[in-house]
Nanobody, 126 residues
């Protein structure tokens, strides 16, 4: 069973930056990040494919950057110009079911991915 371990969350003021990292216990592909604000639904933020294609939700474009290190089985999400509305629990996901993600417009479902991390909290204060 693949395990995902996230790190890098924390508290930052608006306009600040954070980098989230996720290390997989083995080789995987189609890794990405979802987030869930308190009391709200969980939604896709970004994903990266093995061919290095990158997707970002509109609210993340121009501010967030996803990258992967296949040798280390890691994916990172660099978040710049953070806003209070970015406050959420962020979850690393691997082996994304891209057809399901696209069909649901990025909203999480129990088949969005085969593997999930435990989550890391990002809090952005105004």
């Amino acid at each position: 069973e693949l395990e995902l371990v996230e790190s890098g969350g924390g508290s930052v003021q608006a306009g600040g930056s954070l980098t989230l990292s996720c290390r997989a216990s083995g080789a995987t592909s189609r890794m990405g990040w979802f987030r869930q604000p308190s009391g709200d639904k969980c939604e896709l933020v970004s994903y990266i494919r093995s061919d290095d294609y990158k997707f970002y939700v509109d609210s993340a474009k121009g501010r967030f950057s996803i990258s992967q290190d296949n040798a280390e089985n890691m994916v990172a999400l660099r978040m710049n110009s953070l806003k209070p509305e970015d406050t959420a629990m962020y979850y690393c996901a691997a082996d994304l079911n891209l057809a399901d993600v696209q069909r649901r417009g990025g909203t999480w479902s129990d088949i969005s991915a085969n593997y999930w991390g435990q989550g890391t909290q990002v809090t952005v204060s105004s």
